[in-house]
């Protein structure tokens, strides 16, 4: 595969990994141990009149833990990845700050599956 596919295909998968994190993380307990919750006053700022405060938290079961902790592992080792490519050594200046933008325009759907 050419240098830039190699580049480009490490870009993807760290987008799907990214999107797949945000999502879990989306649906995790606000507390990573169990916590109790607690109430608060208006939340400054707002104007939505909602009031504060968290509800309990039951923490991350092992199996959440599980996968945050592999997709935050995934996640750091395709950003060293992709910015520590030797590509990026062969450019300075302008060309660097455009091809990085280039490749970072690389988009995707988010994709269910990170792995």
Do not use: N
């Not at 400054?44 to 968290?54: I, R």
């Not at 450019?91 to 988010?110: F, H, N, S």
């Amino acid at each position: 595969m050419p240098r830039i596919g190699r580049r480009r295909d490490a870009q993807r998968r760290l987008q799907r990994t990214r999107f797949a994190y945000e999502a879990l993380c989306r649906t995790l307990p606000w507390s990573v141990e169990p916590m109790p919750g607690w109430e608060g006053e208006k939340q400054l700022h707002s104007d939505s009149g909602q009031v504060g405060g968290m509800p309990d938290s039951p923490g991350y079961s092992s199996e959440q833990s599980a996968e945050e902790a592999h997709l935050r592992g995934l996640l750091l080792d395709l950003s060293t990845t992709v910015s520590t490519h030797p590509f990026w050594q062969t450019l300075q200046g302008p060309d660097l700050v455009a091809a990085r933008m280039e490749l970072k325009q690389t988009t995707l759907a988010p994709a269910t599956e990170a792995h």
